[in-house]
C-alpha cells in the first residue's frame, strides 16, 4: 500500500485529521509535567492527567480560531503528524481553519516540516457540498464547530464577507446570517436568498428552524468531515500549485513551503 502525501487537519476543540478516507478526531489537549515539558497528546494526555494528576496538567493549547500556546500547538500538531497512520515519512498538510484564524495557523505551519498549506474552512465546505467557488454570485455558508460558528458569503475565489458568532443556536445563526446580508448589496442578498444556505455541524431540526427563521432552504452536509475532505480535494490541484509556486486565485487559499526541521 502506498503512503499518502497529504494529511488533512482541521483544528478543534475535536481537532479532525484526515489520511487518505481513514479520519479520526483528537481532544486538543496535552499533558504537561512538573517542569513544564509535553509528554502526552490527545485522548493519552486526557487519560495521563486524570490518572496522574500530581504528575501532570491537562492544557488546552488552541482551538479553532485562538491560541494560549504556540508551543504546546507546536508540539501538538507534531505529534500528530507524526502518529498519523499510512502517511508519508514528512507528508505534506493541508489545514482547514476558520477565517478569523487563518494568520495564527499561519504561523504554526512556519514551525512544520514540509510543505503546508492553510485553506478557509468556508471556502473548503463549499467546494465539499459542490458549489463554484469561483462564481461572481456568492454563496452564504454556514459553518458551526464544536467552539462556535462562522457564516461567510464565498465567491470569486475567495471569503467576500464573514461573521463570528459563539452561540450557535439556530437563533443566533439567523442573527448573524442576516448581519452578514445587510453588507452586500440588496440584488447580492435578493440572489443569496434565492439559491438558500450551505450548512455544515448541525442537527437536521436545527436547519429547518434556521431556515424558518431565515427564510430560506438550508441544505445541510451530514458528515462535515467528508464535507471538507471533499473540499480539500477539490482543491488538490490548487494546492499541488502552491507547493510547485504556481499561480493561485488571490485569496482561495495561504501556504507556506518549509525545509524540514533539522532532527534534536
Same mark, same amino acid.
Given at each position: 500500500?502506498?503512503?499518502?502525501?497529504?494529511?488533512?487537519?482541521?483544528?478543534?476543540?475535536?481537532?479532525?485529521?484526515? @489520511?487518505?478516507?481513514?479520519?479520526?478526531?483528537?481532544?486538543?489537549?496535552?499533558?504537561?509535567?512538573?517542569?513544564?515539558?509535553?509528554?502526552?497528546?490527545?485522548?493519552?494526555?486526557?487519560?495521563?492527567?486524570?490518572?496522574?494528576?500530581?504528575?501532570?496538567?491537562?492544557?488546552?493549547?488552541?482551538?479553532?480560531?485562538?491560541?494560549?500556546?504556540?508551543?504546546?500547538?507546536?508540539?501538538?500538531?507534531?505529534?500528530?503528524?507524526?502518529?498519523?497512520?499510512?502517511?508519508?515519512?514528512?507528508?505534506?498538510?493541508?489545514?482547514?481553519?476558520?477565517?478569523?484564524?487563518?494568520?495564527?495557523?499561519?504561523?504554526?505551519?512556519?514551525?512544520?516540516?514540509?510543505?503546508?498549506?492553510?485553506?478557509?474552512?468556508?471556502?473548503?465546505?463549499?467546494?465539499?457540498?459542490?458549489?463554484? @467557488?469561483?462564481?461572481?454570485?456568492?454563496?452564504?455558508?454556514?459553518?458551526?464547530?464544536?467552539?462556535?460558528?462562522?457564516?461567510?458569503?464565498?465567491?470569486?475565489?475567495?471569503?467576500?464577507?464573514?461573521?463570528?458568532?459563539?452561540?450557535?443556536?439556530?437563533?443566533?445563526?439567523?442573527?448573524?446570517?442576516?448581519?452578514?446580508?445587510?453588507?452586500?448589496?440588496?440584488?447580492?442578498?435578493?440572489?443569496?436568498?434565492?439559491?438558500?444556505?450551505?450548512?455544515?455541524?448541525?442537527?437536521?431540526?436545527?436547519?429547518?428552524?434556521?431556515?424558518?427563521?431565515?427564510?430560506?432552504?438550508?441544505? @445541510?452536509?451530514?458528515?462535515?468531515?467528508?464535507?471538507?475532505?471533499?473540499?480539500?480535494?477539490?482543491?488538490?490541484?490548487?494546492?499541488?500549485?502552491?507547493?510547485?509556486?504556481?499561480?493561485?486565485?488571490?485569496?482561495?487559499?495561504?501556504?507556506?513551503?518549509?525545509?524540514?526541521?533539522?532532527?534534536?
Amino acid at each position: 500500500m502506498g503512503r499518502e502525501r497529504l494529511v488533512i487537519v482541521a483544528p478543534g476543540p475535536e481537532t479532525l485529521r484526515l @489520511v487518505g478516507r481513514q479520519s479520526s478526531t483528537h481532544p486538543a489537549a496535552v499533558a504537561v509535567d512538573r517542569v513544564g515539558r509535553p509528554r502526552f497528546f490527545g485522548q493519552e494526555a486526557v487519560e495521563s492527567a486524570s490518572a496522574w494528576p500530581d504528575g501532570f496538567t491537562l492544557e488546552t493549547p488552541f482551538d479553532s480560531v485562538d491560541m494560549s500556546s504556540v508551543e504546546l500547538t507546536v508540539s501538538y500538531m507534531w505529534w500528530l503528524f507524526r502518529t498519523a497512520p499510512h502517511a508519508a515519512r514528512h507528508p505534506s498538510a493541508a489545514f482547514v481553519v476558520p477565517s478569523a484564524g487563518q494568520e495564527r495557523w499561519r504561523s504554526i505551519c512556519d514551525r512544520m516540516p514540509g510543505q503546508t498549506a492553510v485553506l478557509l474552512r468556508p471556502i473548503t465546505v463549499a467546494s465539499g457540498m459542490g458549489l463554484d @467557488v469561483d462564481a461572481s454570485t456568492p454563496h452564504l455558508v454556514i459553518d458551526v464547530r464544536a467552539d462556535g460558528a462562522e457564516v461567510a458569503m464565498v465567491g470569486e475565489s475567495q471569503v467576500l464577507g464573514t461573521r463570528e458568532t459563539a452561540v450557535t443556536t439556530p437563533e443566533a445563526l439567523a442573527r448573524t446570517a442576516t448581519a452578514l446580508l445587510q453588507d452586500f448589496d440588496l440584488d447580492i442578498e435578493y440572489d443569496v436568498r434565492a439559491e438558500g444556505a450551505y450548512a455544515i455541524g448541525i442537527e437536521p431540526e436545527d436547519a429547518d428552524r434556521l431556515a424558518r427563521l431565515l427564510g430560506v432552504i438550508v441544505r @445541510v452536509g451530514i458528515r462535515p468531515e467528508r464535507v471538507l475532505a471533499s473540499g480539500v480535494m477539490a482543491d488538490r490541484r490548487l494546492i499541488e500549485a502552491v507547493f510547485g509556486k504556481g499561480r493561485v486565485p488571490a485569496g482561495r487559499l495561504g501556504h507556506r513551503t518549509h525545509r524540514p526541521l533539522r532532527a534534536g
